[in-house]
């Protein structure tokens, strides 16, 4: 896609228009590991909004990729791959806290820190935040999505 767009801001200004900007993101991973595919005909390959605290407890302890060793004491010694496993992944995404986050992955890395305390650690911020959007949503009415999706004039005029 990014010749695309590079072509598009190449071309816009010569048909006068502005150029469009561009963005780069990064994608979640499925549960399962990047290299799989999040699917809708499978439900445990990713979180929903609507999930509860015991499915997304479940859902990360018993699908999440680890990126852990075989037993508790490889782990201690080698360490986890935070470049493998989804929990680090998606705390990457969630956690806050840059400085908490660079200590975590020094203590999994080398094996201070293990997979089931890396999960706890996911889980607890992703429980909160999806806790907040469902009480979120409950307080949006027929009427606040009648308003939001009533056409409206523009400000802008191209």
Not at 12 to 26: I, Q, V
Not at 40 to 64: G, M, P, R, V
Not at 112 to 124: A, D, S, W
Request: aromatic content about 10%; proline content about 4%.
């Amino acid at each position: 896609q990014d010749p695309y767009f590079r072509m598009t801001r190449d071309v816009a200004p010569r048909l006068g228009f502005p150029k469009p900007a561009l963005l780069h993101t990064t994608f979640l991973p499925a549960l399962q590991g990047a290299m799989t595919k999040m699917s809708a005909s499978e439900a445990n390959s990713s979180l929903y909004l609507t999930d509860t605290n015991a499915q997304i407890k479940k859902k990360i302890n018993k699908y999440a990729f680890s990126g852990g060793q075989a037993t508790i004491e490889d782990h201690r010694r080698l360490g986890g791959n935070v470049d493998v496993d989804v929990s680090y992944m998606y705390l990457t995404f969630f956690m806050e806290d840059d400085q908490k986050l660079q200590q975590i992955k020094e203590d999994y890395s080398s094996g201070k820190m293990l997979t089931g305390e890396l999960k706890k650690e996911l889980i607890g911020i992703l429980q909160k935040i999806v806790s907040q959007h469902i009480e979120r949503r409950k307080q949006i009415t027929d009427e606040t999505v009648k308003e939001f999706m009533t056409p409206r004039k523009l400000k802008y005029n191209y």
